[in-house]
C-alpha cells in the first residue's frame, strides 16, 4: 500500500463516494480519459452490492494539471453530482501539511519525524505544539519549529484557544502522537482538519485511561495499539489501522508499554501514511483504506 | 513450546507454587537428583522478586517412575510442605483424558480429532458430546463415541444432569468447542475438572454474544479468537492463548466470521496441547504458561 | 482477498493483459457498460509506468451472461485485439475442476477436502490420485473418488502415462498437496492445464529435498512454505504464496516438520483458492495476485 | 525476553555449557545456594537426551556480588571442570561496550541509539565508525563519539589496522549496522570481541549483494532480514534472529529495501539486545537464544 510515496508532478486523486449504482465505474473512467488523464492506479468498493454505498479512489496522471484542474471539477461537478455522488479531487504534487502534538513520550513523534526526513511522508510538518518541552530539542534538529503550549488544571480553554490558533489556516491535519490532554468538543468542532489518535491498546479492549495496566491485570496474551479519527466520543472515532504484539505472563506493565511503543509508532505511521496519500474515506464510524 | 509431545513413559513432570523464597530452586533439584531423576526441561517464574508468588515447572526422566512415585510423593511432602509450598507430580507415561463438547460448527472438534490422530495432542478422547447430531458421522470416523444431548428450553438442568453422568469419573479436562449453551454454576460447581472455551474474539473485546458482528460494526482491522478456562463469570476467566487476523473494510460479517474459524482452531488447539502438558499454571485470573 | 467465494450465477470474471497504453481501464469499463455488466469489482496493476505490461481483472454482474457470453467475447475481441491486449472471460457460475495428487502426508489433502466441504473453495474435485493407499477412506469418505497409481522405480512413464489418462479431459487444474515424486518435463508438457505445488520452505531458501533438516542445520529462527506455479525447473517456478511460522534451538527437524504442515496447508489452502478465483495471473516468472 | 534489561546491581549472569549428565541443574543450583546467590531465571536445555551438549543460563541476585565474585568462580571452577563443563559468570551491573560500524543508512544506526538513550539497551557506546561522514552529526546529537575512517579502493589494509586501533580494549563487541564492507578474515581475526551483522534478507535465500534485487527477481511474497555472528564464510555465521515482512507484486526493488529497512532495524536491535543480556550461546554454527 505504500507505493508511490512522494509527491508526484501532474497527479491527481480523485476520491468518489455516494449510492451505489450501474455504471459508475465506466462513468469515472471516461472522464479521466477525455480529460487526458492515465489511470495509475484505481481502487473500488460497495459496501452492498444491493442499494449500499459506492467508494472509488483513482490516482492518474495528467500532463498541466495544475492548469487542467478547474475544467476537470467542472466536468465531476456535471457528470457526477446528478447521480447523487461527491467527489473530491487532490493535487498530489502538494504535500498536506501535518502539524503534531505531543506529550513527554518521544517514540512517535521520533518516528514521524524520522520518517518524513526519509522522504517516506508525503507531508510537511510546519510546527509541533508540546504541553511539555522536553522534546523540543529533538524536533528542532529536524528543523521543525516547537511551540510550548502548558496545560495545567482543569480549564484547558486558554491552552486550547492558543493552539488553535497556531493551527488554524496552518495545517491541513493534526496528529495526536501521544498528547495526554483530553481534547473538548469545542476544540474539535473549530479546529476544522481532521485529527488522528494513536490509542496504546486495541480498542475497543480496554477503552479510557491507563490500557496496559489494565491488560496486564487481565492476563492478555497480545497487546495491541489503534490509530483512528479522533470525534467527540472519547477512543470510538473510525479506525485507520490497528496491530498487536505477543506478550507473555512474564511481563509487567511496564514491560507491557515498552513493548507496546513499538507498535504504536508503526501503527500511527502506517495511518499518517495513509492518510496523507487520501487512501483513507470516512463513512459513519468505518473508515474504506485503499 | 510444542516439543515432546508424545506420552513419555518413565518421565514425570512437577509443579510447584507458592510464596517466593531463597533457594526453592535448589531445593527441587536436589530433590529430583537425589531421587534418581534427570531434568529434561526446568522452567521457573517470580511475579514479584519481593514477596512475590514462585512458580516452577520441571520435567524429568527417571527410570521406573511408576514404581518410585510414591517415596517421590513423600519427599516432596516432606522437602517442601515446610515452605509453604504447594505442587503437583504427574506421570507423563498416562495420557489426560479429554470430553469434546460441540454445538453445529465443525471447525475446532475436526481440528482436534486430526490433530490427536496425527499424535500431536497426549491426550485420549473418551467422548463427545453434542447438543446437535450434525457431527457424530466425523466423531465416530475417528473411532471416537459420540453422544447426543439435547438441550433445548430455558431450564437446562436436565441437559447438564445428563452431560454430568457422561463425564464424572471418565475424564480429566473438558474443552468447549464452540458449544454454544451457557454452562450453569452448578454445572461448573459440578463437574470437578478444567473446562477450556473458545471465545470468538479478542477478550475482553467483544464479551458476550455475535462478537463477529459486533466487531464488524466497530470496523476493526483485526479480528482474535481466546481460548480461557471457564469460571462463573462469563467471558471473564483466565486466558491461555490468543491470536489474531488481519481483515478489512471488505470484509462482511459473515465473512469476519469465515476467516475467524481459522483463528479459534488454532488457538484452541494450542491451548489444549499446553493444559495437556501441564504447561498451564492458573493463579488467580491468570495463567503462566510455560 | 477471499470475499464472494461461492461460484455466483451471471457474475463473470474478465482477466485483461498486454502491454500498457492510456485508457485502457476506460475503454474495458465501457465495454462492460455497454454489454449491461455492472462492475463488482475492479483490480489493476501497470508493473511500470512507462513502457510496462498492465494487468486488470473485473468482476461483473451480467442478468443472463450465460446467453450473453459470445456477444461480450466478439466485443471484447474487437475492442482489445487492435491494441494488442490478450483477455480471458470465465463464467463465475462454472467452479473450476480440481484434481489432487498426494503421496503419504495427509494434512494438506485434508485440509483442501474439509474447506471445499465447507464451500470455502469454488471448485469440484473429480479425483484424488496418490502413489500410496493410506489416503484411500479418508478421501472417499469425503464423497471423492480415489485412484491408487503405484510410482516405483526410477521410471515413472508407465505411471505418468496412467495418470494422464485420469487427468486428461477431466480436470482445470492440478494440486501437488505433499506429491514426492518428481513430475518430468514431458508429463508436465503433455497435462495442459496448470499444476500448483506446496513446496515446504520459504523457497528460494533449502531448495530441493529434505528442507526441514537442512533448515534445522542452517540454525533458522524461522521456517517457511511457498506454494508455486510447477515449470520444468525443479522449485523455480512463479510463487503465489508464502508463509513462515517461528521456531527456536529446541526444535528438532521432526518438530520443525509438524510445526511446518500447520503452514503448508494455510498457504496451499490460499493459493488454490486464489487460483479458483482467477485470482492469479502469471507473467514471466511472476505472479500478480490480485 | 526483553525483562529486565536494565543494568541491576548485585545480579550476576552464570553460563553453563559442555556434554549433558545427570545432575547438572541440580549440582549449578546448589552452588549458586550455597554462595548465598537467589535465582531470578533459569533457563537449559540440551540438544540430546542420549549424550547431547547441555547449555543452562542462571540469572541470580547476591549482595555484594562483586566483593564475592572470586570466590564463586573458584567454586565454579572446582565445580564444573571435573564435570567437563564449560562456564562464564559476567557481573549484570557491567554494561557491555558496543562500538557500531555503518556505512550511509542510518536506520540501523538511529535505532540502536535511540533505544539506547530509552534505556532499552544494557550496553555504553564508546563510538561509532563509518567509512562515510553523512551519519556524523545525528551520532553527535546523541553524545556519541563518531570516527570516519574511509576504506576506498581494493586495499583495505589501512583502513582495517586504523579501526582495529580505535576498536581494541576499548569494546566488548562490534554491531555491523549496515556497514557494506566486507571485513577481511585477518581483521576478525585480530578484533578478539564478536561481531554481529544484520543481512536485509531471510537467509539463506539472497546469500550475498544486492537481496532485494534478487528477492523482487525471484517475486517473493515475503522479505526477510538476519541478523548472524560474523565469521569467515560471508553470510554463513550463526544465525541470532529472523523475521519477516509480506510484499506484493506492486512492490519494486525500491518498495522491498523502504519495507525491508523497518524488518532490518527491528531484528538487529533484538538481536543486539539478547546479546548485550548473555542470552545468546554460540554452539558450533548455531545459536541458543535462552
Redesign the interface.
Known sequence: M??HIQPMSDQACLIVHGPDQ??I??AV??L??RNKG??????????D?VGGAFFQRVVF?RPDFAVAMPDIEADLDKTLSPLGLEWTLTDQSIPKRMAIMVSTSD?CL?ELL?RHR?G?LPVTIPMVISNHTNTAEDVR?FGVPFFHVPSQGPDKSAAEAEILKLLQGNVDFVVLARYMQILSDDFLAKVGVPVINIHHS?????IGAAPYRKAHE?????I?ATSHYVTKDLDEG???????ARV?????AA?LA??GA?VER?VLSRAVEWHAQDRVIRHG?????F
Open positions: 505504500s507505493l450501474p455504471g465505474v465506466a473512467t471516461a479521466i480519459t492515465n489511470i495509475v492506479t484505481l481502487d473500488q468498493y460497495t459496501d452490492p496522471q517514540h521520533l524520522w526519509r517516506e534538529s486495541f480498542l475497543p479492549a480496554f487481565r492476563g492478555v496474551k497480545l495491541g473510525p479506525i485507520i489501522e490497528q496491530d498487536v507473555t505472563h512474564a511481563h509487567s514491560d515498552k513493548r513499538y508503526a464510524n468505518h473508515t474504506i483504506v
